[in-house]
T-cell receptor
Framework: QKEVEQNSGPLSVPEGAIASLNCTYSDRVSQSFFWYRQYSGKSPELIMSIYSNGDKEDGRFTAQLNKASQYVSLLIRDSQPSDSATYLCAVNSLYSGGGADGLTFGKGTHLIIQP | DAGVIQSPRHEVTEMGQEVTLRCKPISGHDYLFWYRQTMMRGLELLIY????????DSGMPEDRFSAKMPNASFSTLKIQPSEPRDSAVYFC????????????FGPGTRLTVL
């Protein structure tokens, strides 16, 4: 049974600070990792994907992957009130470029950016 | 470019009625996924298609649920008969084989079964 664990929060971070979101997964063969942002009443929106150990940066977002520890994180720099949302971690066992498959999602971390 | 389109956006029905949810994937995407989201269970995969062929339906909760994809631009998820425990938000997502499994979600259908 594949499992993806996230702290449900809420995680409260002051505006301008760094928000750190964490995710662990149980399936050692997982190869593809994704972060989605979901505003209340809206659909999940893909914000980051990562496939190799290390860091991947995109604007204010940095995804970090450590396959040995089965750990994925998302850092949001210079947090803004508009970043307040639920962040979903998702994993998949396919290698990048190996087609597509259903994602296994965590239940999400509710992030609140305090002005 | 249009994203994933789902209809209806909201559906309220009574127990025992048939419900049909519809999805149009992003043009050119060859994978289509149906997910269900509830507070208790989070976001769960129900079924997915590749080139209109069902690949994995192990997430479909029971025989009351069925899904079809008659062509590359249309899919349906049908619940017959519906039960109150089917109340959830149903999302459709799509991706292309060249997109490294980055899936893009539609706006969802909020289903309430009374």
């Amino acid at each position: 049974q594949k499992e993806v664990e996230q702290n449900s929060g809420p995680l409260s971070v002051p505006e301008g600070a760094i928000a750190s979101l964490n995710c662990t997964y149980s399936d050692r063969v997982s190869q593809s990792f994704f972060w989605y942002r979901q505003y209340s009443g809206k659909s999940p929106e893909l914000i980051m994907s990562i496939y190799s150990n290390g860091d991947k940066e995109d604007g204010r977002f940095t995804a970090q992957l450590n396959k040995a520890s089965q750990y994925v994180s998302l850092l949001i720099r210079d947090s803004q009130p508009s970043d307040s949302a639920t962040y979903l971690c998702a994993v998949n066992s396919l290698y990048s470029g190996g087609g597509a498959d259903g994602l296994t999602f965590g239940k999400g971390t509710h992030l609140i950016i305090q002005p | 470019d249009a994203g994933v389109i789902q209809s209806p956006r909201h559906e309220v029905t009574e127990m025992g009625q048939e419900v049909t949810l519809r999805c149009k994937p992003i043009s050119g995407h060859d994978y289509l996924f149906w997910y269900r989201q509830t507070m208790m269970r989070g976001l769960e995969l129900l079924i997915y298609f590749n080139n209109n062929v069902p690949i994995d339906d192990s997430g479909m909760p029971e025989d009351r649920f069925s899904a079809k994809m008659p062509n590359a631009s249309f899919s349906t998820l049908k619940i017959q008969p519906s039960e109150p425990r089917d109340s959830a938000v149903y999302f459709c997502a799509s991706t292309a084989v060249s997109s490294y499994n980055e899936q893009f979600f539609g706006p969802g259908t909020r289903l309430t079964v009374l």
